[in-house]
Every structure is written in C-alpha cells, then in structure tokens.
C-alpha cells in the first residue's frame, strides 16, 4: 500500500472494546501501520455503549455500526453506501471471528479482498447457540464463505490455521500466512510477587470456549506433587466471575491465581518468567501467538512453551523464529496434556533449559 490508496478495514470490533481479544489487536496493528505509510485508512467496525460513532486515531477513520449481530448488515449497508456516492476502496482486509462480513457481495469485483482468518470456529458455534443456529454458523463459515471469496485470498496467522482453512473449510484457493506480530512492553520490575515453583502461565480472554475447567484440572493434579506450583491466568471476561468462583469451591486460592486485566508490561513479566505457557482453547489453529514469549525481554525466557489440549505451539525460548504444529484431537487430548506438562516439569533440563518443547521435541528452527 501506498499513498493516496483508501484501505477498509472491517472486523468484528474495535481495540477498545469490552470484549476486544488478539483479533482486535492484529486487526488494529494492521490498519495503523497502513495509515503511518500513507493509506487511508477506514476501521468499520461495531459499537460498543459509550463508544463514539465516529473518530480518528493515529490517522485511522473508525466507523462504528450497530452491535454483536447487526454490526453485520449494517457494514454492508455503509459499504454499498459509500460506493453509491462514488467512492472506492482499493482494498478491503475482510476479518473473520466466526464468520466474514462478506464485502465482496457489494464492493466491485476488481476491488480486492483478504478474509483474515485467526482459527477455524466450527464446533465452536454449538458453545454458544442453539443446533439450528450453530448449523447456520458453520454453513456461512464454510461452504458460503469459500463461494463469497472464491476469487480473492484468505490470511492466516499460521500454517496450522492454512491447514485447517484447507481441510475442515474445503478451501482451495490462494491462502497467505501473516503471523501475529506486536510491540511488547518491557518486563523488568513489572512483577514484585515470588514465582511459583514451577511457575505456569495462561494468557486468555475468558469466555467458555477456552475451557478454563480444564486449567484448574491441571492445577489441581500438580498441587498435589508440586505443593509450590502457581497458575496465573491473565485476562478478562464474562467467565471471571465463574472462574473466582470455581476457583474457591476448588480450594484452590493460593495455587492459583486470576489476575484479570493488567499493564502489558505486568503480562510481559509474568510471560517471561513462566516456567511453562498452557492454552486449553477449543480453537485447534493459530494458537502460535498466544504463547510467544516476549522478545523484548533481556534475558531469555525459560518458558517452554505451550501443553496445549488442541494446538501445541512450539519454538525457540527468545521467539525468534516461532513456528506453530498441531496434534490431531480427540477425547484422550487433555490427558496427553497433563502428561506433557508433568514430563516438562519433571525434567529440569526441559523446565530450566527452555530448549524442548512440551512433546519432548527439540523445537523446530
């Protein structure tokens, strides 16, 4: 992109919003280093309560429109709307979060179109809505989108998500890996408490189909030979108050710890020294970037890396060339998952040494 050039961003919300997760960074690092290199720039997304319906920053045009489901309708509408009045997108970067606002029905077919895509949702629909709905869900995310944008590209964020677009979405056309990339906050001094020994860390939003039960499964079951674990789980949403509770009916207050919203260089602390990155998301693609380490810290991080229930991420202790794999699901995943993460916290040389991964595999370079 370049100057002069009018660029849409459209996803599902705003970095400002309640329930805003990595999608919304990603989304918003795209469009304001499109905008610092001259682009204009227009996020459309929805509106949150208090949210204004219009605003500038960093030289990003935000256009809010309607809420969780009519956001949809309404950015086509605004869309067809601005082209009715003679004006033109060179290029649309189209986000997924379940399923697409599918633009190419009413921007011109010359214009182009990335469908962003972080991870394939499928059964993810049957958390959160009634068979029929869920069914919906699914048809629009699959055989509807790969029609819609058989003539454009979908992003990914990793080859396992690539892989998954191809196999369970049926799509066959041109599929470009963009991995997730951010400024990360300085750790030191973020962190004054002591660290658990082992000390283990899971950055989530929290909502269900992240399994958090499964966190406090694992927590539990190493208490009882690690006495000194600590579980921090980082993030908000609406599960933080069936978290708290679930977390006391465990009896589980001093192993674990639900830290909510914090600083990003209090996550970058936190991050760095974990002795091991747990994602128990029911998303099976594109968890590579939820376990990177940061790379700003100064020395490197002794994580080894995520014991995933679906996806395993897997890469070098400093993140410099982080590459993400996949393990096939089925009903025996979270126990290979405990057991991945008792072996790595067994093993000093894997804890401390930050050179394996949680399969016990030297990690890919």
């Not at 009413?106 to 958390?127: E, K, T, W």
């Not at 968890?287 to 897997?314: E, G, K």
Request: include cysteine; charge should be positive; aromatic fraction near 8%.
């Amino acid at each position: 992109m370049s100057e002069n050039l009018r660029l849409a961003v459209v996803n599902w919300r705003d970095p400002w919003h309640p329930s805003a997760g990595g999608a919304e960074r990603y989304a918003w690092e795209l469009a304001r280093r499109f905008a610092g290199e001259g682009t204009r720039v227009h996020y459309v997304t929805s509106r949150a309560p208090g949210q204004k319906r219009r605003e500038r920053v960093e030289d990003v045009e935000f256009v809010r429109l309607g809420g969780r489901f009519t956001v949809y309708p309404l950015v086509l509408l605004w869309m067809l709307g601005f082209r009715l009045r003679r004006r033109r997108f060179d290029a649309i970067v189209d986000c997924q979060n379940g399923i697409p606002f599918f633009t190419p029905w009413v921007m011109p077919r010359r214009v182009p179109v990335f469908c962003v895509i972080h991870h394939v949702h499928d059964a993810q629909f049957g958390l959160y809505f009634p068979g029929w709905l869920a069914w919906v869900g699914q048809v629009l995310e699959g055989p509807v989108s790969r029609w819609t944008y058989r003539r454009h590209a979908f992003v990914v964020v990793s080859p396992s998500t690539q892989r998954a677009v191809r196999e369970r979405l049926g799509w066959t056309g041109p599929t470009h890996v963009v991995p997730n990339g951010t400024v990360v906050a300085e750790p030191e001094g973020a962190v004054t408490e002591p660290a658990g020994g082992p000390d283990l860390v899971c950055v989530t939003r929290l909502v269900p189909h992240k399994r958090l039960p499964l966190l406090l499964d694992l927590a539990g079951d190493l208490a009882e030979t690690h006495p000194g674990v600590k579980l921090h789980i980082i993030g908000d949403g609406p599960e933080a108050g069936a978290l708290a509770a679930e977390i006391r009916s465990r009896g589980l207050e001093k192993v674990v710890i639900a830290h909510g919203y914090v600083p990003e260089n209090v996550k970058s602390a936190l991050v760095a020294r974990a002795d091991l990155h747990l994602s128990t998301s029911q998303g099976r693609a594109g968890a590579s970037a939820s376990s990177r380490p940061p790379r700003s810290a100064s020395r490197p991080s002794r994580t080894t890396w995520t014991a995933c229930a679906t996806p395993s991420a897997t890469g070098p202790p400093d993140g410099s060339s982080a590459r993400a794999t996949t393990r096939p699901t089925s009903s025996g995943a979270p126990s290979r998952t405990w057991a991945n993460a008792r072996s790595v916290i067994a093993s000093p040389r894997n804890v401390r040494g930050g050179r394996q991964s949680s399969t016990g595999r030297a990690p890919p370079r």
